[in-house]
């Protein structure tokens, strides 16, 4: 005889719902464990009165006095002669005898170094070849027309400064030494063309007289702008 299993016994037919009844119920759980709080109980204390101590009382005692000490004995001092001898010190005279050589040193003396009076200040400036016959007040003038002339003669824009549209102002600085040359000559200007052009102009100046502070020949500085302008 076969046996034969019948819908209504199947065990595994609501298993799928009893395991997610029984996972809620453990998460249900969990949760209320993790989210259990405990609060301490509060205990109140009678406060302690403590009674005031009555305020002992301290007796009144007398101050002993104690006598100064005795004053110490006066010290005797002894009066000793001295009886040792003192070395004296014999002095020697300083004063050489014509026997005596005499070596002298040779001792190197240290050139003064160049001191540059500026043209503003100097007593006797530099006399530009054509101001020798002015009058000495009207030398600094002089000097300063005979240089703008020169400029003017020797003056020449660069073609390449010209062809870019290059221009301004170069300030030159220069320094007419002892023996009237021209030396340390320094441009500053927006190009190097432009540059160029005004040492060509300043190395071109002819030997001057220089310039003489207290009668002595000094280094004088010199300053002037050269302006390149396009027309």
């Known amino acids: 005889m076969e046996i034969k299993k019948s819908p209504k016994v199947d065990l595994r037919k609501n298993s799928g719902l009893y395991f997610v009844i029984g996972l809620a119920l453990v998460l249900f759980i969990s949760w209320r464990a993790i989210e259990w709080k405990t609060f301490e109980k509060n205990y109140d204390y009678e406060t302690l009165t403590v009674e005031d101590e009555e305020d002992e009382v301290i007796p009144i005692t007398e101050q002993i006095k104690t006598p100064p000490p005795p004053p110490p004995a006066p010290q005797v001092i002894e009066i000793v002669q001295d009886e040792e001898d003192v070395e004296e010190t014999v002095i020697e005279s300083t004063e050489t005898n014509e026997e005596e050589i005499v070596e002298i040193v040779d001792v190197e003396v240290e050139e003064e170094e160049e001191e540059d009076v500026p043209f503003a200040v100097i007593e006797d400036v530099p006399i530009f070849p054509g101001c020798e016959g002015v009058k000495k007040s009207e030398r600094r003038d002089c000097f300063q027309e ?40 320094s441009m500053r200007g927006p190009d190097k063309n432009l540059e160029k052009e005004a040492h060509r102009i300043i190395s071109k100046l002819p030997l001057m007289t220089p310039g003489k502070q207290r009668g002595r020949p000094v280094r004088v500085p010199f300053s002037i702008p050269i302006i390149f302008r396009l027309q």
């Open 146 to 185: 005979q240089m703008n002339k020169h400029i003017h003669k020797n003056f020449r824009y660069p073609e390449i400064a010209q062809e870019m549209g290059i221009q301004g102002r170069v300030y030159v600085s220069f320094i007419i030494s002892k023996d009237g040359s021209i030396t340390n000559i």
